[in-house]
């Protein structure tokens, strides 16, 4: 018992998360259902149910906390592959790996989804980002978001 728990603290350590606070704004998905960034953190490895992913060398996890409002009477549709993490430097645009409920529970979640009228979606979004730089913008669609870090 004593040897897993070492293990599990080890791995807690090693995994060397950053996290950043964000200004809880209000962002624009489309005319009926918008959202607002929680918070960022970026990571060499992730953990998952099945194991451990590393990124590649050069490469960091970027999670990304969102909050998603439907605020219709009507049941609305969301498309998660139309968010990108910009580079701004390069241009290059970092498409979504995958995104998962925020919670103790990981599982990958579907890439399109539906939100029932006037309910919220807390989702995390994750994406590989170069590990020499913070990611300031995401791109939704058309748009282009600044994210709002607090100092």
């Known amino acids: 018992m004593k040897k897993l728990l070492y293990f599990t603290?080890?791995?807690?350590?090693?995994?060397?998360?950053?996290?950043?606070?964000?200004?809880?704004?209000?962002?624009?998905?489309?005319?009926?259902?918008e959202f607002k960034i929680k918070?960022?953190?970026?990571?060499?490895?992730?953990?998952?149910?099945?194991?451990?992913?590393?990124?590649?060398?050069?490469?960091?996890?970027?999670?990304?906390?969102?909050?998603?409002?439907?605020?219709?009477?009507?049941?609305?549709?969301?498309?998660?592959?139309?968010?990108?993490?910009?580079?701004?430097?390069?241009?290059?645009?970092?498409?979504l790996q995958w995104n998962q409920p925020r919670g103790p529970i990981l599982w990958m979640g579907k890439k399109e989804k539906e939100i029932k009228s006037d309910k919220i979606k807390k989702r995390r979004l994750v994406f590989i980002f170069p590990q020499d730089r913070k990611p300031k913008f995401l791109i939704v669609g058309d748009e282009l978001v600044e994210i709002p870090y607090k100092s």
């Open 39 to 95: 918070n960022i953190s970026i990571r060499k490895t992730y953990q998952t149910g099945g194991g451990i992913i590393t990124a590649n060398k050069g490469y960091r996890f970027v999670e990304m906390d969102l909050d998603i409002f439907n605020r219709t009477n009507v049941d609305r549709k969301i498309n998660y592959r139309d968010f990108y993490l910009l580079d701004f430097e390069t241009k290059n645009k970092f498409p």
């Open 9 to 33: 603290l080890l791995i807690c350590f090693t995994s060397c998360v950053k996290v950043y606070k964000v200004e809880p704004l209000l962002n624009n998905y489309n005319e009926n259902l």
